[in-house]
Protein backbone atom coordinates (compact mmCIF):
# COMPACT_ATOMS: atom_id res chain seq x y z
CA UNK A 1 0.00 0.00 0.00
CA UNK A 2 1.87 3.33 -1.00
CA UNK A 3 1.63 6.20 1.11
CA UNK A 4 -1.39 7.77 -0.74
CA UNK A 5 -3.37 5.00 0.67
CA UNK A 6 -2.09 4.51 3.56
CA UNK A 7 -4.97 4.42 6.01
CA UNK A 8 -4.35 5.76 8.97
CA UNK A 9 -6.20 8.29 11.66
CA UNK A 10 -4.96 10.92 9.57
CA UNK A 11 -6.14 9.66 6.56
CA UNK A 12 -9.60 9.12 7.20
CA UNK A 13 -9.66 12.36 9.11
CA UNK A 14 -8.48 14.12 5.67
CA UNK A 15 -11.09 11.69 3.85
CA UNK A 16 -14.51 12.78 5.40
CA UNK A 17 -13.25 16.42 5.77
CA UNK A 18 -12.80 16.49 2.12
CA UNK A 19 -16.00 14.47 1.43
CA UNK A 20 -17.10 15.16 -2.33
CA UNK A 21 -14.33 17.49 -2.71
CA UNK A 22 -13.47 16.69 -6.33
CA UNK A 23 -11.01 20.17 -6.70
CA UNK A 24 -8.62 18.15 -3.67
CA UNK A 25 -7.92 16.39 -6.57
CA UNK A 26 -4.75 14.29 -6.09
CA UNK A 27 -4.65 15.26 -2.53
CA UNK A 28 -7.82 13.23 -2.02
CA UNK A 29 -7.07 10.19 0.14
CA UNK A 30 -8.18 6.66 0.05
CA UNK A 31 -8.89 6.87 -3.38
CA UNK A 32 -6.72 4.00 -5.15
CA UNK A 33 -7.48 1.45 -2.57
CA UNK A 34 -8.47 -2.32 -3.85
CA UNK A 35 -11.73 -1.39 -2.14
CA UNK A 36 -12.89 1.49 -4.45
CA UNK A 37 -11.57 0.08 -7.44
CA UNK A 38 -13.38 -3.23 -7.17
CA UNK A 39 -16.82 -1.15 -6.34
CA UNK A 40 -15.64 0.58 -9.64
CA UNK A 41 -15.57 -2.64 -11.48
CA UNK A 42 -19.51 -3.62 -9.73
CA UNK A 43 -21.01 -0.72 -10.47
CA UNK A 44 -19.52 -0.04 -13.57
CA UNK A 45 -18.58 3.35 -12.94
CA UNK A 46 -15.57 5.17 -15.34
CA UNK A 47 -12.50 4.90 -13.59
CA UNK A 48 -11.87 8.84 -13.19
CA UNK A 49 -11.07 11.33 -10.20
CA UNK A 50 -14.68 11.82 -9.94
CA UNK A 51 -15.86 8.28 -9.44
CA UNK A 52 -13.13 6.94 -6.83
CA UNK A 53 -14.10 10.46 -4.91
CA UNK A 54 -18.05 8.86 -5.08
CA UNK A 55 -17.21 5.18 -4.40
CA UNK A 56 -14.79 6.68 -1.13
CA UNK A 57 -17.60 8.70 0.28
CA UNK A 58 -20.28 5.78 -0.20
CA UNK A 59 -17.91 3.71 1.37
CA UNK A 60 -17.01 5.85 4.64
CA UNK A 61 -21.08 6.64 5.08
CA UNK A 62 -22.25 2.74 4.70
CA UNK A 63 -19.24 1.75 7.52
CA UNK A 64 -20.18 4.67 10.14
CA UNK A 65 -24.07 3.95 9.13
CA UNK A 66 -24.04 -0.18 9.43
CA UNK A 67 -21.93 0.85 12.71
CA UNK A 68 -24.18 3.00 14.19
CA UNK A 69 -27.24 0.65 13.65
CA UNK A 70 -25.88 -2.32 15.31
CA UNK A 71 -24.62 -0.44 18.48
CA UNK A 72 -28.18 1.07 19.05
CA UNK A 73 -29.35 -2.74 18.74
CA UNK A 74 -31.02 -1.67 15.42
CA UNK A 75 -31.63 -3.90 12.32
CA UNK A 76 -29.74 -2.78 9.37
CA UNK A 77 -31.80 -0.32 7.03
CA UNK A 78 -30.63 1.08 4.00
CA UNK A 79 -28.62 3.66 4.35
CA UNK A 80 -30.33 7.28 4.42
CA UNK A 81 -30.11 10.55 2.38
CA UNK A 82 -28.33 12.44 4.25
CA UNK A 83 -30.40 13.45 7.41
CA UNK A 84 -32.50 16.56 8.17
CA UNK A 85 -31.89 18.51 11.00
CA UNK A 86 -34.44 16.92 13.27
CA UNK A 87 -33.54 13.11 12.43
CA UNK A 88 -30.02 13.85 12.53
CA UNK A 89 -30.91 15.31 15.95
CA UNK A 90 -32.99 12.58 17.20
CA UNK A 91 -30.54 10.12 16.44
CA UNK A 92 -27.77 11.43 18.57
CA UNK A 93 -30.38 11.93 21.30
CA UNK A 94 -31.06 8.32 21.25
CA UNK A 95 -27.56 7.30 20.93
CA UNK A 96 -26.69 9.19 23.58
CA UNK A 97 -28.69 7.15 25.50
CA UNK A 98 -26.21 4.40 25.75
CA UNK A 99 -23.33 4.99 27.80
CA UNK A 100 -20.68 3.09 25.35
CA UNK A 101 -18.16 5.23 24.14
CA UNK A 102 -17.93 3.47 20.53
CA UNK A 103 -21.80 4.42 20.07
CA UNK A 104 -21.41 8.15 21.18
CA UNK A 105 -18.26 7.86 18.27
CA UNK A 106 -20.05 6.58 15.11
CA UNK A 107 -23.22 9.20 16.37
CA UNK A 108 -20.74 11.82 16.48
CA UNK A 109 -18.82 10.73 13.24
CA UNK A 110 -22.63 10.99 11.26
CA UNK A 111 -23.82 13.74 13.17
CA UNK A 112 -20.67 15.37 11.98
CA UNK A 113 -19.82 14.25 8.37
CA UNK A 114 -23.37 13.04 7.03
CA UNK A 115 -26.12 15.42 8.85
CA UNK A 116 -26.82 18.51 7.10
CA UNK A 117 -23.89 21.26 7.42
CA UNK A 118 -24.32 23.52 10.41
CA UNK A 119 -25.67 20.87 12.64
CA UNK A 120 -23.12 19.28 14.72
CA UNK A 121 -21.84 21.87 17.06
CA UNK A 122 -24.87 24.05 17.84
CA UNK A 123 -26.48 21.57 19.73
CA UNK A 124 -24.54 19.53 21.42
CA UNK A 125 -25.23 21.25 25.31
CA UNK A 126 -28.83 20.33 24.47
CA UNK A 127 -28.10 16.80 25.26
CA UNK A 128 -25.37 16.84 27.65
CA UNK A 129 -22.35 16.83 25.70
CA UNK A 130 -19.90 19.28 25.41
CA UNK A 131 -17.89 20.82 22.15
CA UNK A 132 -14.65 19.03 23.72
CA UNK A 133 -16.51 15.86 24.46
CA UNK A 134 -17.95 15.62 21.34
CA UNK A 135 -14.89 16.56 19.61
CA UNK A 136 -13.47 13.45 21.52
CA UNK A 137 -16.07 11.62 20.59
CA UNK A 138 -15.37 12.46 17.02
CA UNK A 139 -11.38 11.77 17.36
CA UNK A 140 -12.43 8.26 18.44
CA UNK A 141 -14.66 7.56 15.30
CA UNK A 142 -11.83 8.26 12.98
CA UNK A 143 -10.05 5.46 15.03
CA UNK A 144 -12.67 3.36 14.69
CA UNK A 145 -13.05 3.92 10.88
CA UNK A 146 -9.79 2.95 10.13
CA UNK A 147 -9.64 0.14 11.99
CA UNK A 148 -12.91 -0.79 10.01
CA UNK A 149 -11.34 0.32 6.74
CA UNK A 150 -8.23 -1.93 6.97
CA UNK A 151 -10.33 -5.15 7.64
CA UNK A 152 -12.23 -4.14 4.59
CA UNK A 153 -9.09 -3.24 2.59
CA UNK A 154 -7.55 -6.40 3.72
CA UNK A 155 -10.92 -8.47 2.48
CA UNK A 156 -10.57 -7.09 -1.11
CA UNK A 157 -6.66 -7.17 -0.89
CA UNK A 158 -6.90 -10.67 -0.83
CA UNK A 159 -9.81 -11.20 -3.22
CA UNK A 160 -7.66 -9.33 -5.58
CA UNK A 161 -5.24 -11.61 -4.86
CA UNK A 162 -6.87 -14.88 -5.62
CA UNK A 163 -8.45 -13.65 -8.70
CA UNK A 164 -4.67 -12.51 -9.77
CA UNK A 165 -3.44 -16.03 -9.36
CA UNK A 166 -6.72 -18.40 -10.18
CA UNK A 167 -8.67 -16.07 -12.48
CA UNK A 168 -10.99 -18.93 -13.65
CA UNK A 169 -12.08 -19.42 -10.36
CA UNK A 170 -15.16 -17.56 -9.03
CA UNK A 171 -13.85 -15.23 -6.35
CA UNK A 172 -16.21 -12.09 -5.60
CA UNK A 173 -14.25 -9.20 -4.68
CA UNK A 174 -16.79 -7.63 -3.07
CA UNK A 175 -15.85 -5.87 0.42
CA UNK A 176 -17.99 -6.89 3.46
CA UNK A 177 -18.55 -4.29 5.79
CA UNK A 178 -18.26 -6.36 9.43
CA UNK A 179 -21.32 -4.74 11.33
CA UNK A 180 -22.64 -8.56 13.14
CA UNK A 181 -20.68 -8.10 16.29
CA UNK A 182 -17.02 -8.14 17.95
CA UNK A 183 -16.38 -11.54 16.87
CA UNK A 184 -16.32 -11.33 13.31
CA UNK A 185 -14.55 -7.35 13.55
CA UNK A 186 -11.90 -9.45 15.42
CA UNK A 187 -11.32 -11.64 12.90
CA UNK A 188 -11.14 -9.24 9.80
CA UNK A 189 -8.96 -7.51 12.55
CA UNK A 190 -6.24 -10.34 12.39
CA UNK A 191 -6.83 -11.00 8.30
CA UNK A 192 -5.67 -7.36 8.30
CA UNK A 193 -2.75 -8.06 10.19
CA UNK A 194 -1.59 -10.88 8.45
CA UNK A 195 -2.36 -9.32 4.89
CA UNK A 196 -0.24 -5.55 5.83
CA UNK A 197 2.50 -7.25 8.36
CA UNK A 198 3.44 -6.50 11.38
CA UNK A 199 4.70 -2.59 10.86
CA UNK A 200 1.15 -2.13 10.00
CA UNK A 201 -0.82 -3.26 12.65
CA UNK A 202 -0.01 -1.00 14.55
CA UNK A 203 -2.87 1.20 12.53
CA UNK A 204 -5.67 -0.85 13.58
CA UNK A 205 -7.66 0.76 16.69
CA UNK A 206 -6.55 0.30 19.95
CA UNK A 207 -7.12 -3.13 21.73
CA UNK A 208 -8.60 -2.28 25.77
CA UNK A 209 -9.97 1.03 24.92
CA UNK A 210 -13.23 0.60 26.23
CA UNK A 211 -11.30 0.05 29.90
CA UNK A 212 -10.15 3.52 29.98
CA UNK A 213 -11.46 5.64 32.58
CA UNK A 214 -14.25 8.10 31.84
CA UNK A 215 -12.87 11.43 32.28
CA UNK A 216 -14.23 13.49 34.96
CA UNK A 217 -13.79 16.67 33.05
CA UNK A 218 -14.52 18.09 29.32
CA UNK A 219 -11.60 20.33 28.98
CA UNK A 220 -8.50 20.23 30.41
CA UNK A 221 -7.13 23.19 30.88
CA UNK A 222 -3.98 24.72 31.51
CA UNK A 223 -1.81 21.58 31.08
CA UNK A 224 -0.28 22.37 27.74
CA UNK A 225 3.25 22.27 28.67
CA UNK A 226 2.82 19.19 30.60
CA UNK A 227 1.17 17.72 27.97
CA UNK A 228 3.49 18.88 25.16
CA UNK A 229 6.29 17.66 28.19
CA UNK A 230 5.26 13.99 28.48
CA UNK A 231 3.81 13.24 25.26
CA UNK A 232 7.45 13.78 23.59
CA UNK A 233 8.78 11.13 26.57
CA UNK A 234 6.17 9.03 25.64
CA UNK A 235 6.18 9.52 22.13
CA UNK A 236 9.79 9.14 21.93
CA UNK A 237 11.70 6.03 21.09
CA UNK A 238 15.26 7.24 23.37
CA UNK A 239 15.38 6.93 26.89
CA UNK A 240 15.11 3.56 27.37
CA UNK A 241 16.43 3.59 31.00
CA UNK A 242 12.81 5.74 31.89
CA UNK A 243 9.93 3.59 30.01
CA UNK A 244 8.22 4.37 33.31
CA UNK A 245 6.57 8.10 33.36
CA UNK A 246 5.28 9.20 36.97
CA UNK A 247 2.87 11.99 37.53
CA UNK A 248 3.25 12.77 40.97
CA UNK A 249 1.48 15.49 43.34
CA UNK A 250 -0.67 16.42 45.88
CA UNK A 251 -4.14 14.87 45.51
CA UNK A 252 -6.55 16.56 43.80
CA UNK A 253 -4.31 18.78 41.80
CA UNK A 254 -5.22 16.83 38.49
CA UNK A 255 -2.54 13.91 38.06
CA UNK A 256 -5.41 11.87 36.76
CA UNK A 257 -7.11 14.21 34.42
CA UNK A 258 -3.51 14.54 33.05
CA UNK A 259 -2.88 11.28 32.18
CA UNK A 260 -6.32 10.67 30.74
CA UNK A 261 -5.25 13.37 28.54
CA UNK A 262 -2.24 11.60 27.41
CA UNK A 263 -3.55 8.68 26.91
CA UNK A 264 -6.17 10.12 24.90
CA UNK A 265 -4.24 11.87 22.52
CA UNK A 266 -1.81 8.56 22.37
CA UNK A 267 -4.33 6.53 21.36
CA UNK A 268 -5.81 9.15 18.90
CA UNK A 269 -2.48 9.15 17.46
CA UNK A 270 -2.41 5.74 17.05
CA UNK A 271 1.15 5.67 19.03
CA UNK A 272 0.33 2.35 20.81
CA UNK A 273 -1.16 -0.72 19.83
CA UNK A 274 -3.10 -1.50 22.94
CA UNK A 275 -3.93 -0.06 26.43
CA UNK A 276 -4.21 -1.14 29.78
CA UNK A 277 -5.87 1.25 32.69
CA UNK A 278 -6.05 -0.22 36.45
CA UNK A 279 -6.73 2.42 39.30
CA UNK A 280 -5.96 1.52 42.55
CA UNK A 281 -8.12 4.45 43.87
CA UNK A 282 -9.73 3.56 47.60
CA UNK A 283 -11.66 6.83 47.81
CA UNK A 284 -13.05 9.69 45.69
CA UNK A 285 -14.47 13.09 47.07
CA UNK A 286 -17.77 13.93 45.20
CA UNK A 287 -19.78 17.07 46.68
CA UNK A 288 -17.56 17.69 49.66
CA UNK A 289 -17.92 14.28 50.83
CA UNK A 290 -15.45 11.30 50.87
CA UNK A 291 -16.48 8.15 49.08
CA UNK A 292 -15.09 4.82 49.94
CA UNK A 293 -15.17 1.78 47.17
CA UNK A 294 -17.33 -0.56 47.53
CA UNK A 295 -14.62 -2.85 46.81
CA UNK A 296 -10.90 -1.23 47.49
CA UNK A 297 -8.48 -2.47 45.16
CA UNK A 298 -5.46 -4.54 45.92
CA UNK A 299 -3.17 -4.11 43.25
CA UNK A 300 -0.54 -6.31 43.54
CA UNK A 301 2.31 -7.75 40.48
CA UNK A 302 0.17 -10.78 39.92
CA UNK A 303 -3.07 -9.10 40.00
CA UNK A 304 -1.32 -6.32 36.97
CA UNK A 305 -0.11 -9.51 34.77
CA UNK A 306 -3.66 -10.83 34.70
CA UNK A 307 -5.24 -7.45 33.91
CA UNK A 308 -2.93 -7.46 31.35
CA UNK A 309 -3.97 -10.38 30.20
CA UNK A 310 -7.55 -9.37 30.49
CA UNK A 311 -7.64 -6.00 28.97
CA UNK A 312 -5.27 -7.21 25.70
CA UNK A 313 -7.58 -10.18 25.09
CA UNK A 314 -4.57 -12.18 25.76
CA UNK A 315 -6.14 -15.57 25.90
CA UNK A 316 -3.62 -17.90 25.08
CA UNK A 317 -2.01 -16.88 28.19
CA UNK A 318 -4.89 -17.54 30.79
CA UNK A 319 -3.55 -20.60 32.69
CA UNK A 320 0.20 -20.62 32.95
CA UNK A 321 2.57 -20.98 35.41
CA UNK A 322 3.71 -17.27 37.09
CA UNK A 323 7.48 -17.44 35.89
CA UNK A 324 5.97 -18.54 32.21
CA UNK A 325 3.19 -16.33 32.31
CA UNK A 326 5.89 -13.22 32.87
CA UNK A 327 8.43 -14.26 30.29
CA UNK A 328 5.28 -14.64 27.68
CA UNK A 329 4.24 -10.76 28.71
CA UNK A 330 7.78 -9.36 28.55
CA UNK A 331 7.83 -11.11 24.87
CA UNK A 332 4.65 -9.46 23.88
CA UNK A 333 5.02 -6.09 25.46
CA UNK A 334 8.55 -5.88 23.48
CA UNK A 335 7.66 -7.10 20.32
CA UNK A 336 4.53 -4.17 20.22
CA UNK A 337 4.06 -0.66 21.47
CA UNK A 338 1.49 -0.85 24.32
CA UNK A 339 0.87 1.71 27.36
CA UNK A 340 0.12 0.63 30.73
CA UNK A 341 -1.20 3.02 32.99
CA UNK A 342 -1.26 2.39 37.07
CA UNK A 343 -3.77 5.81 38.90
CA UNK A 344 -3.46 6.14 42.29
CA UNK A 345 -0.23 4.32 43.07
CA UNK A 346 0.53 5.22 46.22
CA UNK A 347 -2.37 3.08 48.16
CA UNK A 348 -0.42 0.47 46.67
CA UNK A 349 1.42 -1.22 49.72
CA UNK A 350 4.52 -2.65 47.77
CA UNK A 351 4.23 0.48 45.24
CA UNK A 352 8.22 0.35 44.63
CA UNK A 353 7.98 -3.23 44.22
CA UNK A 354 5.48 -2.97 42.06
CA UNK A 355 6.92 -0.02 39.77
CA UNK A 356 10.27 -2.10 39.44
CA UNK A 357 8.41 -5.61 38.88
CA UNK A 358 6.39 -3.29 36.06
CA UNK A 359 9.72 -2.12 34.62
CA UNK A 360 11.06 -5.97 34.08
CA UNK A 361 8.18 -6.20 32.05
CA UNK A 362 9.31 -3.48 29.84
CA UNK A 363 12.50 -3.38 27.79
CA UNK A 364 13.91 -1.71 24.32
CA UNK A 365 11.35 -2.26 21.81
CA UNK A 366 12.97 -4.82 18.95
CA UNK A 367 11.83 -1.64 16.61
CA UNK A 368 9.73 1.62 16.82
CA UNK A 369 8.52 3.16 19.89
CA UNK A 370 9.03 0.88 23.07
CA UNK A 371 6.08 -0.26 25.46
CA UNK A 372 5.58 2.54 28.25
CA UNK A 373 4.30 2.63 31.64
CA UNK A 374 2.18 5.80 33.14
CA UNK A 375 1.54 6.17 37.24
CA UNK A 376 -0.52 8.72 38.99
CA UNK A 377 0.33 9.10 42.90
CA UNK A 378 0.52 11.24 45.53
CA UNK A 379 4.08 10.12 46.89
CA UNK A 380 6.79 10.72 44.37
CA UNK A 381 9.25 8.20 43.09
CA UNK A 382 12.59 10.59 43.27
CA UNK A 383 14.76 7.79 44.33
CA UNK A 384 13.68 5.09 41.76
CA UNK A 385 16.32 5.45 38.60
CA UNK A 386 14.17 4.40 35.92
CA UNK A 387 11.50 5.94 36.51
CA UNK A 388 10.62 9.96 35.27
CA UNK A 389 8.80 12.13 37.91
CA UNK A 390 6.87 14.77 37.21
CA UNK A 391 5.90 16.82 39.75
CA UNK A 392 2.47 18.24 38.68
CA UNK A 393 1.98 21.87 40.53
CA UNK A 394 -1.76 24.25 40.73
CA UNK A 395 -2.61 25.66 37.83
CA UNK A 396 -1.44 29.08 37.20
CA UNK A 397 -3.68 32.29 38.24
CA UNK A 398 -4.65 32.99 34.82
CA UNK A 399 -5.64 29.06 34.03
CA UNK A 400 -7.69 29.17 37.03
CA UNK A 401 -9.68 31.74 36.19
CA UNK A 402 -10.70 29.65 33.59
CA UNK A 403 -11.08 26.72 35.09
CA UNK A 404 -13.76 28.32 37.23
CA UNK A 405 -15.73 29.74 34.48
CA UNK A 406 -15.36 26.64 32.93
CA UNK A 407 -16.39 24.51 35.45
CA UNK A 408 -19.14 27.14 36.28
CA UNK A 409 -20.54 27.72 32.71
CA UNK A 410 -21.05 23.52 32.91
CA UNK A 411 -23.12 22.85 35.48
CA UNK A 412 -25.25 26.17 35.02
CA UNK A 413 -23.51 28.34 37.60
CA UNK A 414 -24.21 31.29 35.47
CA UNK A 415 -23.55 33.97 38.14
CA UNK A 416 -20.20 32.41 39.55
CA UNK A 417 -19.15 32.40 35.78
CA UNK A 418 -19.95 36.19 35.50
CA UNK A 419 -18.13 36.59 38.71
CA UNK A 420 -15.51 39.60 38.71
CA UNK A 421 -11.90 38.59 38.66
CA UNK A 422 -11.28 39.84 42.05
CA UNK A 423 -13.27 37.46 43.53
CA UNK A 424 -11.55 34.76 41.24
CA UNK A 425 -8.46 36.05 41.89
CA UNK A 426 -9.25 35.33 46.03
CA UNK A 427 -10.24 31.74 45.07
CA UNK A 428 -7.42 31.01 43.64
CA UNK A 429 -5.01 32.49 46.37
CA UNK A 430 -6.90 30.23 48.34
CA UNK A 431 -6.61 27.29 46.20
CA UNK A 432 -3.27 27.81 44.53
CA UNK A 433 -4.99 26.23 41.59
CA UNK A 434 -5.94 22.87 42.58
CA UNK A 435 -8.56 21.55 40.76
CA UNK A 436 -10.31 19.39 43.16
CA UNK A 437 -10.84 22.57 45.79
CA UNK A 438 -11.86 24.86 42.91
CA UNK A 439 -14.36 22.02 42.20
CA UNK A 440 -15.73 21.97 45.68
CA UNK A 441 -16.22 25.85 45.53
CA UNK A 442 -18.83 25.37 42.30
CA UNK A 443 -20.90 22.53 43.80
CA UNK A 444 -20.60 24.49 47.34
CA UNK A 445 -22.20 27.45 45.71
CA UNK A 446 -25.19 25.91 43.57
CA UNK A 447 -25.60 24.57 47.15
CA UNK A 448 -26.50 27.50 48.58
CA UNK A 449 -22.99 28.28 49.68
CA UNK A 450 -21.40 32.19 49.00
CA UNK A 451 -18.14 32.01 47.45
CA UNK A 452 -16.90 34.24 49.90
CA UNK A 453 -18.40 32.04 52.93
CA UNK A 454 -16.91 28.83 51.20
CA UNK A 455 -13.75 30.68 50.89
CA UNK A 456 -13.48 30.88 54.87
CA UNK A 457 -14.72 27.07 55.59
CA UNK A 458 -11.41 26.55 53.63
CA UNK A 459 -9.16 29.21 55.11
CA UNK A 460 -10.57 27.49 58.53
CA UNK A 461 -10.38 23.99 57.58
CA UNK A 462 -14.30 23.58 58.18
CA UNK A 463 -14.16 21.31 54.90
CA UNK A 464 -13.06 18.27 57.14
CA UNK A 465 -13.80 16.07 54.55
CA UNK A 466 -11.65 17.96 51.83
CA UNK A 467 -8.53 17.81 54.37
CA UNK A 468 -8.74 14.29 55.73
CA UNK A 469 -9.47 13.37 51.66
CA UNK A 470 -6.08 15.31 50.60
CA UNK A 471 -3.76 14.60 53.97
CA UNK A 472 -5.01 12.24 56.33
CA UNK A 473 -3.59 9.19 54.86
CA UNK A 474 -0.12 10.63 54.23
CA UNK A 475 -0.07 11.84 57.88
CA UNK A 476 -0.15 8.66 59.03
CA UNK A 477 2.62 7.33 57.28
CA UNK A 478 4.86 10.11 58.56
CA UNK A 479 7.48 9.11 61.23
CA UNK A 480 7.16 11.16 64.39
CA UNK A 481 10.51 13.35 62.94
CA UNK A 482 8.74 13.90 59.91
CA UNK A 483 5.40 14.86 61.26
CA UNK A 484 7.41 17.18 63.62
CA UNK A 485 8.70 19.02 60.83
CA UNK A 486 5.87 19.72 58.84
CA UNK A 487 4.25 21.08 61.99
CA UNK A 488 6.99 23.17 62.37
CA UNK A 489 6.52 24.21 58.67
CA UNK A 490 3.44 25.06 59.28
CA UNK A 491 4.28 27.88 62.10
CA UNK A 492 5.81 30.29 59.14
CA UNK A 493 3.59 32.09 56.66
CA UNK A 494 6.12 31.67 53.78
CA UNK A 495 9.07 29.73 52.75
CA UNK A 496 11.60 28.37 55.51
CA UNK A 497 15.25 27.89 55.58
CA UNK A 498 16.79 24.11 56.89
CA UNK A 499 17.87 26.24 60.34
CA UNK A 500 14.89 27.79 60.93
CA UNK A 501 12.95 24.09 60.43
CA UNK A 502 15.80 22.42 62.77
CA UNK A 503 14.96 24.99 65.67
CA UNK A 504 11.32 24.57 65.73
CA UNK A 505 11.03 21.00 64.97
CA UNK A 506 14.40 20.17 67.17
CA UNK A 507 15.02 17.61 64.99
CA UNK A 508 18.81 16.12 64.53
CA UNK A 509 20.62 16.74 61.05
CA UNK A 510 19.89 12.65 59.90
CA UNK A 511 16.62 13.33 61.70
CA UNK A 512 15.59 16.66 59.28
CA UNK A 513 17.07 15.03 56.24
CA UNK A 514 15.35 11.81 56.40
CA UNK A 515 11.69 13.78 57.62
CA UNK A 516 12.36 16.36 54.27
CA UNK A 517 12.80 13.11 51.81
CA UNK A 518 9.99 11.95 53.29
CA UNK A 519 7.69 14.94 52.69
CA UNK A 520 8.83 15.95 49.89
CA UNK A 521 8.04 12.67 48.41
CA UNK A 522 4.40 12.79 49.56
CA UNK A 523 4.09 16.29 48.26
CA UNK A 524 3.73 17.80 51.44
CA UNK A 525 6.56 20.05 51.31
CA UNK A 526 7.99 21.92 48.30
CA UNK A 527 11.77 22.02 48.48
CA UNK A 528 13.11 24.88 46.10
CA UNK A 529 15.69 24.15 43.78
CA UNK A 530 18.74 25.71 45.02
CA UNK A 531 22.04 23.54 44.99
CA UNK A 532 23.14 25.01 48.21
CA UNK A 533 21.22 24.12 51.67
CA UNK A 534 22.29 27.75 52.61
CA UNK A 535 19.88 29.29 50.30
CA UNK A 536 17.12 26.12 49.91
CA UNK A 537 13.92 27.00 51.25
CA UNK A 538 10.82 24.34 51.92
CA UNK A 539 7.16 25.85 51.39
CA UNK A 540 3.81 24.38 51.77
CA UNK A 541 0.77 25.14 49.78
CA UNK A 542 -2.11 27.11 51.06
CA UNK A 543 -3.97 24.26 51.75
CA UNK A 544 -1.76 22.26 53.41
CA UNK A 545 -0.68 24.99 55.64
CA UNK A 546 -3.52 25.57 57.06
CA UNK A 547 -4.56 21.76 57.80
CA UNK A 548 -1.28 21.72 59.12
CA UNK A 549 -2.45 24.49 61.64
CA UNK A 550 -5.98 23.55 62.00
CA UNK A 551 -7.10 19.94 62.65
CA UNK A 552 -3.73 18.50 62.63
CA UNK A 553 -1.96 20.58 64.75
CA UNK A 554 -5.41 19.80 67.35
CA UNK A 555 -4.81 15.92 67.05
CA UNK A 556 -1.11 16.10 66.86
CA UNK A 557 -1.03 18.04 70.45
CA UNK A 558 -3.34 15.53 71.76
CA UNK A 559 -1.34 12.37 70.69
CA UNK A 560 1.69 14.11 72.85
CA UNK A 561 -0.04 14.35 75.82
Given at each position: ?355 RNLHGLL ?12 LTSRERL ?127 DAEFETA ?46
Open positions: MDASTEISYTSVKAALDSLGDVRAGTKCTLIDLATVTSRLEEERYDDTLEGRILIRDQLLMEIVWLHLMQHLGTPARSLPDVASPSDAEALLQIALRHENDETHAWAALYYKYFARRGQALQKMSRHGMSYATFNRRVNLGYALLSRELLAIEATARRHESAQTEHSTADVTAAPRVSHTGHSTRNVFIVDAASMLGDDDTSRIAVIGREFVAHPRYSTLIGRSDALDNLLSRLHSPAAPHQLIIAITGLGGIGKTALAHELVEISLDRQQFRGVVWTSAKSEELEGGRVVTMARPPHLTFAALQNLIVTQLGLDHLRGLAPDQLERELRRTLRKSAYLIVVDNLETVDTSHELAGPAQRGIATRALLDVPYVFDYCLSGLDADASEAFIRSEAAERGAEALQQAPQALLHRIYDTTRGMPLAMKLIVSQFLAGIPVDTEIERLRNTTEEDLYRFLYLELWHKLNLSAQHVLVAAGTFSSAASRSMLQTVSRTSITSLVRMSLIDASAHLEAIHRRYDLHPLTRWFVNGPLRSQWERERE
